[in-house]
């Protein structure tokens, strides 16, 4: 039982054997990641759904997740990936169920202006793009709390949200009676895999993450919820779980083959990388401070990589000749005493060096960067860990 009470079991299976696997730093919640000893399903209790909103500030450790920007980057993927099981404008009603800032809806109504959407949010703060606009309906509650119809809805938008909840298997259950016997289902969770990487620097386990899925979880959790999987995880894809589903039969979750053993490995290795890794990135912000001192430095990408390199690496800001970012500069104008600006404004900035801080859009942004500035020196969050900062940038 490992400490877990009797009200505290599995989410997918219903087991009690919930293996306490790895004890979360910085967490205000007080979370635990457990592994459940019969199908593997990675889960953080005590199962809070909800807590008081922190400043919008993105954060490197566990209080990550409250400037809510993140999703609308899946927008256009996500259009792409359903256009492919029907066109867009053959859908009549959709529910996006964690409609955020409503990048997903506005972009579905303008392909497709007939279809009638209920967007579901809880969060007050974020409906203005979307409230009161024509066949949109906002519910502002969490999704558990909504009472949800039967068979209306033959498109749900279901993306960053399933991981959220409290309750995720019951949940879509009724998400799944909700929809038509040929709806579609669009879900994306974050993947579990992600944590094999070996250049973590922040926590992965945040507070408002209380599921873990790996592709198997993921797939049992749908099928046992009563989908039947169209499109599985794509194996390549370590940062997202993206499943393609429509209402099939209930199929009762059981052990899942290696799942446990896997996953108790992974975050045995993730706690070790983790703590080995932050070690590196405080001498490496070291190195970059006096770098910093004499050559002008820009840091792209105000995300995690970046607050983790001033909270955890030491990193002063103020030292720096700016910082740019595509999106968080929309949402927050200032970090660490540092102005947050849009890509264009680095050409003002004149750097010698400019710190790419992100790894999923890492060559995307060195093509941005080489079109504004041909030529510009890029540094990596590899080059802070492996303590390459002095070296091969100071010609
Ligand atoms: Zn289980």
Known sequence: MSGVTETERCDLCGSSG??????????ARGLKAYVCDDCGLVQSLPRIDHVARRSAFPDSGAGFG????????????????????????????????????????LALQKQAPDIKIDAVEPDERVLAEYQGRENIAVIN???????????????????HTLEHEAHPLSSLRAVCEAMTPDGILFLEVPNI?????????????????LYHYSAPTLCATLEAAGFKILQAPNPDDVTNLT?????????????????????????????????????KLKAGAQNLMTFAGHRRVVIWGAG????????????????????????????????FGVAIKAPEAITEMKPDVVLVASRLYLDEIKVELDALMPGTDVLTLDDVLKGRVGEDHEK
């Open 66 to 105: 409250n400037i809510r920007y993140g999703k609308g980057f899946r927008t256009q993927f996500a259009l792409d990936t359903i256009a492919k099981y029907r066109p867009l404008e053959r859908f009549k009603y959709c529910m996006d169920v964690g409609a955020n800032r409503g990048s997903f809806i």
């Open 193 to 209: 895999a992600f944590l094999a990487g070996t250049d973590l620097v922040e926590e992965w386990f945040i507070d408002k993450h």
């Open 304 to 335: 995690r990589i970046f607050t983790s390199l001033v909270d955890i690496g030491g990193f002063d800001a103020r030292r720096l000749a700016g910082v740019v970012d595509k999106n968080i500069h929309k949402y927050v104008s200032e970090m």
């Open 18 to 27: 919930l293996a306490m696997a790895y004890d979360v730093p910085g967490t």
């Open 141 to 159: 509650k969490r999704i558990e709390a909504v009472a949800l119809p039967k068979a209306k809805y033959d498109l749900v938008y279901h993306c």
């Open 243 to 279: 499943v393609i589903a429509t209402p099939g039969q209930v199929k009762q979750a059981g052990a899942i083959a290696g799942e446990t053993v896997e996953k108790k490995a992974l975050l045995a290795a993730y706690a070790k990388n983790l703590q080995e890794n932050q070690q």
